[in-house]
């Protein structure tokens, strides 16, 4: 059985930092993309990054590009977020997902596997 299982979210100062990681079980980090979604109250779910299966390509969403950094460690079978530079935009319900293929594209629709979700608030 297929589980994602995100930890570290919470409260965050801005220009700080957080590292949310996804734990994953019953499925190999080396098969498909992993990506890290996020969800802010009334708005749509929107992409903001994620790592192809080969782990040599990794994709960012234009407002966290040079902030963010998702890495993973297939040992751990876990994908992690570093968050540097938080900014209270950031603040949403953040979600890892499993992807239906291999390359990393920043789509919802293509992720068939998903977490309960953590949430990172971003305030002073």
């Known amino acids: 059985q297929v589980q994602l299982v995100e930890s570290g979210g919470g409260l965050g100062q801005p220009g700080g930092s957080l590292r949310l990681s996804c734990a994953v079980s019953?499925?190999?980090?080396?098969?498909?993309?992993i990506g890290w979604f996020r969800q802010a109250p009334g708005k749509e779910r929107e992409g903001v990054s994620c790592?192809?299966?080969?782990?040599?390509?990794?994709n960012y969403a234009d407002s966290v590009k040079g902030r963010f950094t998702i890495s993973r460690d297939t040992v751990k079978n876990t994908v992690y977020l570093q968050m540097n530079g938080l900014k209270p935009e950031d603040t949403a319900a953040y979600y890892c997902a499993i992807s239906a293929g291999s390359g990393c594209q920043l789509v919802a629709s293509r992720y068939p596997y998903w977490g309960q979700g953590t949430q990172v608030t971003v305030s002073s």
């Open positions: 790592i192809s299966a080969s782990g040599r390509n990794t």
């Open positions: 019953g499925f190999s980090l080396g098969i498909r993309a």
